[in-house]
């Protein structure tokens, strides 16, 4: 079975501290993903990765950084966090293939509290 | 314009009763997949099933049926017999373009919300 973990399940920081959320994944994923889910806008992409030391931007990357040094490990960072940053985020990673294998295979997720 | 449209927020459904969640999307890429995902109270999204644009007929994971009506660009999930396990949130979720590159990324409705009565 894939498994993804996610480093924390709950997180609560101060506005401004800088906060790493770590995924790692076991099944040798060449693709890694970040989202938040907030209420009522379903899952938004962060940025994603397709291999080591790559990424790209995805629908709301403001704000963010990530860093893929180790082809199963991708971490998200908040450099300065702030209260609109408190969400959900989720990992994923997938591989190359197509149709029904290309699923995303999810964390279980970080609930985040910037207080 | 919405990708991917989840008009159903909520809904409520007696167990053992059939239920179809309804998804558009919108797309004018020739060569798209579609997915839907489970999320339970855990948080942790569960796939359920997948539909490629160019297959024929509708797929179909045990209780769980892709009713893929490609004129009318629609991709309802059904779900028979429904138990209260499944309560959940449903998101559909879209890909855009072959899939071969292995990074194109999805694209996810607000979801529905789908609580079963006993």
């Known amino acids: 079975d894939v498994k993804v973990t996610q480093s924390s399940r709950y997180l609560v920081k101060r506005t401004g501290e800088k906060v790493f959320l770590e995924c790692v994944q076991d099944m040798d994923h060449e693709n890694m993903f970040w989202y938040r889910q907030d209420p009522g806008l379903g899952l938004r992409l962060i940025y994603f990765s397709y291999d080591v030391k790559m990424k790209e931007k995805g629908d709301i990357p403001e704000g963010y950084s990530v860093s893929r040094e180790k082809k199963e490990r991708f971490s998200l960072i908040l450099e300065s966090a702030s209260t609109n940053q408190t969400s959900m985020y989720l990992c994923?990673?997938?591989?190359?293939?197509?149709?029904?294998?290309?699923?995303?295979?999810f964390g279980p997720g970080t609930r985040l509290l910037v207080l | 314009a919405q990708k991917i449209t989840q008009t159903q927020p909520g809904m409520f459904v007696q167990e053992k009763e059939a239920v179809t969640l309804d998804c558009t999307y919108d797309?004018?890429?020739?060569?798209?997949?579609l997915f839907w995902y489970k999320q339970p109270s855990s948080g942790e999204m569960i796939f359920l099933i997948y539909?490629?644009?160019?297959?024929?007929q509708n797929a179909t994971e045990g209780r769980y049926s892709l009713n893929f009506q490609k004129a009318r660009k629609s991709a309802n999930l059904v779900i028979s017999a429904s138990q209260l396990g499944d309560s959940a949130m449903y998101f559909c979720a879209m890909r855009e373009g072959p899939g071969n590159f292995g990074n194109e990324k999805l694209t996810f409705g607000t979801g529905t919300r789908l609580t079963i009565i006993p």
């Open positions: 797309t004018s890429d020739p060569s798209y997949g």
């Open positions: 539909q490629g644009s160019y297959d024929q």
């Open positions: 994923a990673s997938r591989t190359k293939q197509r149709g029904a294998l290309e699923t995303q295979y």
